[in-house]
């Protein structure tokens, strides 16, 4: 029987969701996009769930698009605006929208879609020996998985140009010192640090942790007094939850939050 090429576990109030084409360095087929779907939205079903951590199986943790599913011989030529809009975009947009923070431990390499899949992510821990390669222009592709968007943005305009025309491998480190990820790790504390942060931010205040990826995301396109705005908006909603009451007594009482369990979407 083949093997299951996402898995998912739980542990205590977070899963670990593994991509597992590890001969394929954890490509994208089909079968692994709509398995990952649904372990996603699983996740997100499941109201012990308060973080989710999301990695590699194997030397990889991802190489994108399974180019051996393509097609191109002859005058084949696949429409890729039906599988980046079927796949990749609704991959992305589920993953900002997670109801519960996210973790990424990049294991290894991370090309084309799957670079953009982790930065994706709300905290990217790559290891050292990890690196990220916007390999699209290799097959003669724009960044697709919002690369063309998170690259900019994490980076600057000159790196991003040079990120997506060179296609030169960037280290875990230069990730990190360019400002692409959280933090470059040495391999072997990888997923014990990755497993810290995603018990950090699942005994965290889950609503609160998600209003900061959405407040920060919305700077992106606001002005500072539409900003401002939400803010306040987000303070009042915040304020009168049970999660701040708690985090107030907490601190008086000089004693660690005991934040409220997820509540049903
Ligand atoms: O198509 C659509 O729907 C549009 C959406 C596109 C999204 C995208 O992601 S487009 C970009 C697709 N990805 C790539 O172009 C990356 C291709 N891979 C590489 O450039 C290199 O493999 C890496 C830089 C990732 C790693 O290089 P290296 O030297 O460490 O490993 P390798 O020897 O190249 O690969 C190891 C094996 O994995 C190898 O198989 P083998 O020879 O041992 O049997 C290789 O063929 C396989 N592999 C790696 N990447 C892919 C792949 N097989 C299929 N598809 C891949 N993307």
Known sequence: MEEASILSSK????????????????????????????????????????????TGAGRGFCAGQDLS????????????????????????????????????????????????????????IAA?????VQSFVKIALTPDSGGSWFLPRLTGAARARGLAMLAEPLSAEKAESWGLIWKAVDDTSMMPEAAKICAQLASGPTAALVEIRRTLEDS??????????LERKMLAMLGAAD?????????????PATFAPRKAN
């Open 11 to 54: 542990h205590d109030n977070y899963r670990i969701i593994t991509l597992n084409r590890p001969q394929r360095l954890n490509s994208f087929n089909e079968a692994m996009h709509a398995a990952l779907q649904e372990a996603l939205d699983e996740a997100s079903r499941d109201t012990n769930c308060r973080a989710i951590l999301l």
């Open 220 to 229: 992106e396109n606001n002005t500072l007094n539409v900003q401002l705005e």
């Open 243 to 255: 999660d701040y009451a708690e985090g107030v007594k907490a601190f008086m009482e000089k004693r």
């Open 128 to 132: 050292r020996s990890a690196n990220f």
């Open 69 to 124: 599913d393509r097609n191109v011989s002859g005058g084949n030529r696949p429409d890729l605006g039906h599988t980046v809009g079927t796949f990749y975009n609704p991959l992305i947009k589920k993953i900002k929208s997670l109801p519960v923070p996210t973790v990424c431990a990049v294991n290894g390499v991370a090309a084309g879609a799957g670079a953009n899949i982790a930065l994706a992510c709300d905290i990217v």
